[in-house]
């Protein structure tokens, strides 16, 4: 079945970094556009960033410059690199894959910025 397992979340302080890790299985991932999302307490889901088959990045507006997604198809694995971390950053980050089948999603994973 499909799968999506993120890893890599935790507490880090205001201008730090994360990595998060999202491990695919159960659809040909290769050819499938990957994105993370994040949910904040009280707030809506909402994309973080996007990167296709062909390795084309996509990111909202207020994302750019501090996120970068990337992926490993031979590892049918998808990361995101998180700079200069805010405590507005902080919230659940959840991986997603758009799937003709129906979206898939991860558990997620807390990422908490604080001093």
């Known amino acids: 079945q499909v799968q999506l397992v993120e890893s890599g979340g935790g507490l880090v302080q205001p201008g730090g970094s994360l990595r998060l890790s999202c491990a695919a299985s159960g659809f040909i991932f290769r050819i499938s556009t990957m994105r993370w999302y994040r949910q904040a307490p009280g707030k809506e889901r909402e994309l973080v960033a996007g990167i296709t088959s062909a390795g084309v990045t996509t990111y909202p507006d207020s994302m750019k410059g501090r996120f970068t997604i990337s992926r490993d198809n031979a590892k049918n694995m998808v990361y995101l690199q998180m700079n200069s971390l805010k405590d507005e950053d902080t919230a659940v980050y959840y991986c997603?894959?758009?799937?003709?089948?129906?979206?898939?999603w991860g558990q997620g994973t807390q990422v908490t910025v604080s001093s």
């Open positions: 997603n894959a758009p799937l003709l089948i129906g979206a898939a």
